[in-house]
């Protein structure tokens, strides 16, 4: 099995750390492709980022196509142009929030959200109004970390994560912890022994969950909405985007 994890950020630093976090839980037969788009932000933390990153998750759906991927991951904590990834393929296509959320509701039935910048945690609670689970999430909570901190050992990045994980256990009434940022990945077994609750990373989880898909012979539904998207001639600089084999 072949899965295709696209962090829609362009440090390739943190795509090969994604990629050993969902190679570790991979199960044998699996193989991880970690991939970066080519252009695009370094690092996803606003509505414009989230944007621009979009159409470099679709370039890579489109390159994994050629491939023979049996599934795809979309490892940024906004599931940035997951419906538009979902239009270009039959293999499943899973968001790391979506996969989150969903396994936080299967151990918990309250959890928060520990994310990175406070300004992006609006991204995280339309996610969870848009997805149905606004009413697990107790609250989303930022340690303050810009994404790119995360790569930076001086940063004291798992500390500070810790700290507001912590504090998330003290008050939030909560049974487990959902990690918002996919630069976590590689830091949620420090975390669970440091806080001493589940802790859901969204990397590993969407991981098992494609495997999962595949092995049900689960794809992306090509009936109603998700349908490749009508042919067309993309102009300028989306050119290679128009109607693609398959579409
Ligand atoms: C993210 C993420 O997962 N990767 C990135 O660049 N930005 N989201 C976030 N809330 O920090």
Redesign the pocket.
């Known amino acids: 099995m072949l899965i295709r994890v696209i962090?829609?950020?362009t440090?390739r630093s943190?795509t090969e750390k994604i990629g050993a976090s969902a190679q570790r839980v991979a199960a044998p037969g699996t193989r991880i492709i970690a991939v970066n788009p080519d252009s695009g932000?370094?690092?996803?933390?606003s509505h414009f980022?989230e944007a621009i990153?979009a159409v470099g998750v679709a370039e890579e759906v489109r390159k994994g196509e050629r491939d023979g991927t049996d599934a795809y991951v979309i490892?940024?904590?906004?599931d940035p142009g997951l419906l538009a990834a979902r239009e270009l393929t039959r293999a499943p296509v899973i968001g790391?929030a979506e996969a989150a959320f969903h396994l936080a509701t299967m151990i918990a039935t309250r959890f928060s959200v520990v994310?990175?910048?406070g300004r992006?945690?609006i991204?995280?609670e339309h996610l969870l109004q848009s997805y149905g689970f606004a009413h697990h999430c107790r609250r989303v909570r930022a340690a303050e970390i810009p994404?790119?901190d995360l790569e930076d050992d001086g940063a004291c990045a798992l500390e500070r994560i810790v700290a507001e994980c912590r504090r998330a256990k003290a008050e939030d009434g909560i049974g487990a912890i959902v990690l918002?940022?996919?630069?976590?990945a590689d830091l949620a077994d420090e975390i669970r022994e440091a806080v001493g609750l589940p802790i859901v990373e969204?990397v590993t989880a969407a991981v098992k969950l494609a495997e999962t898909l595949v092995s049900l012979r689960l794809g992306t539904s090509k009936h109603g909405d998700l349908a490749f998207p009508p042919a067309k001639r993309f102009t300028g600089q989306f050119e290679h985007l128009s109607a693609q084999p398959g579409s």
């Open positions: 962090n829609p950020n440090t943190m932000p370094v690092s996803i933390e980022d990153s490892a940024c904590f906004g790391i994310t990175t910048l992006t945690g991204i995280a994404v790119l918002g940022c996919g630069g976590m969204g």
